[in-house]
């Protein structure tokens, strides 16, 4: 089967609708402040209730939080997945599993082999994300992940792979590596925190292309 698509960077419900009727796995919306993708709280609330009963995946993504703030927003929102995207180590991935009982995706930008080798770590998440490493930066970067790096890696946790897909290149990536979801941001915006309907359509369209 194609793999599954987490559409992240939602900051407005109909593009969380609009995404949802397309097929996507996981709605994803940003709750770190440093990224113009910063999902307000009402439209998150406006989200979560939307999806609360609905057979896709909500996905909060975190950089750095305080246990307690992620759970509240877990709480509020009902939250489904929870993304780590900062420095956390496993046994802050498992108190907040245990705390939440969400599914965790831990994330990681990598740009060398160490990066990938330091998943490794994270056995007991649900599932690994892999990003491009651009300095400064935290996802949404649109820089594609080189192949070779993450071919490396050992890791038997489901892989989702993100950095800079888009229509044209998501097929390819996704013969090449295999993983178990696609994660796309900036390649299906208009401008940051926006999807552009035609994008997000022609990117579940090229997923189409890649054979079972």
Known sequence: MAPKVKVCGLTRLEDAQLAAELGAWALSMIFWRGTPRHVRAAEADRIGAAFRRAP???????????????????????????????????????????????????????????????????????????????????????????????????????????????????????????PYAVDTASGTEAEPGVKDPERLRAFFAALESVPA
Request: charged residues 25%; proline residues 2%; aromatic residues 4%.
């Open 56 to 178: 896709v995946e909500v996905c909060g993504v975190f950089v750095n939080a305080t246990l307690d703030e992620v759970a509240r927003v877990h709480e509020r929102v009902g939250l489904t997945l929870i993304q780590l995207h900062g420095d956390e180590g496993p046994a802050y991935a498992a108190e907040l599993h245990r705390r939440t009982g969400a599914g965790v995706i831990k994330a990681r930008s990598v740009g060398d082999r160490g990066d990938v080798q330091a998943l490794d770590a994270f056995r007991d998440v649900d599932f690994h994300l892999v990003d491009a490493r651009v300095p400064g930066m935290r996802g949404g970067t649109g820089q594609t992940v080189d192949v070779e790096l993450v071919r490396a890696r050992r890791s038997h946790v489901p892989l989702i792979l993100a950095g800079g897909l888009n229509a044209e290149n998501v097929a390819g990536a996704v013969r090449a590596l295999e």
